[in-house]
């Protein structure tokens, strides 16, 4: 059973490009969750998607979007790149919005 | 849960010992839940245990305990018999209003 996965697992750009994440969630689970751990730092919640909808956001600028598919796999978009987006970005999965969240690997984002 | 401490930055511990992780937070809510995950050198945040709130019972999974202290907003991680796999951070992370929120982190070495 394939658990969370992330593509992909390393990305370089510079500031004001934009960037396309990926995540598919674990099998059964319908809901997906962003979150961007920069160094040093516990992650910090950006969106949860479910049924298509982003269900829940936290504190980031509209520059962060995101998008689920029909097959509950789900992209992150940032726009406008700036150098404090180099972070870690982590994607969790869970089979419901209230159950427990599963993380994959994470996409190492460095914004020259 | 809008902010959560983890007053302890950085712990070791001897091989076969027994360490606990502080953990505390701040909600309005009622019914949550929390977990704690851990997070090894190599980034992969896995999951080490979850507590209803609701629960009385504190939750246990093999060597790793909790003492959850609704009312005191208290929720640390026990760690019995350490075993050198279990150096990582450790993040307690409850939840509010279904968005997981991360504390900073206990980086924990267990010394051979």
């Known amino acids: 059973d394939a658990g969370v996965t992330q593509s992909p697992t390393h990305l370089i750009k510079t500031r004001g490009q934009q960037v396309t994440l990926r995540c598919s969630p674990k099998?059964?689970?319908?809901?997906v969750s962003w979150y961007q751990q920069a160094l040093g730092q516990g992650p910090q919640f950006i969106f949860q998607y479910y049924e298509e909808e982003e269900r829940q956001r936290g504190n980031f600028p509209d520059r962060f979007s995101g998008h689920q598919f029909p097959n509950y796999s789900s992209e992150l978009n940032v726009n406008a790149l700036l150098l404090g987006d180099s972070a870690l970005y982590l994607c969790?999965?869970?089979?419901?919005?209230?159950?427990?969240?599963?993380f994959g690997p994470g996409t190492r984002l460095l914004v020259l | 849960a809008q902010t959560v401490t983890q007053s302890q930055p950085e712990m070791s511990v001897q091989e076969a010992e027994t360490v606990t992780l502080s953990c505390t937070y701040d909600t309005s809510e009622n019914n949550y839940y929390l977990f704690w995950y851990k997070q090894p050198p190599s980034r992969q945040m896995i999951l080490v245990i979850r507590q209803e709130a609701y629960k009385q019972q504190n939750a246990t999974e093999n060597r790793f305990s909790v003492n959850f202290q609704k009312a005191a907003k208290s929720f640390s991680l026990k760690i019995s018999d350490s075993q050198l796999g279990d150096t990582a951070m450790y993040f307690c992370?409850?939840?509010?209003?279904?968005?997981?929120?991360f504390g900073p982190g206990t980086s924990l070495s267990v010394i051979p």
């Open positions: 992370a409850p939840t509010s209003y279904d968005k997981v929120i």
């Open positions: 969790a999965s869970s089979a419901g919005t209230q159950e427990t969240q599963y």
């Open positions: 099998s059964g689970h319908d809901t």
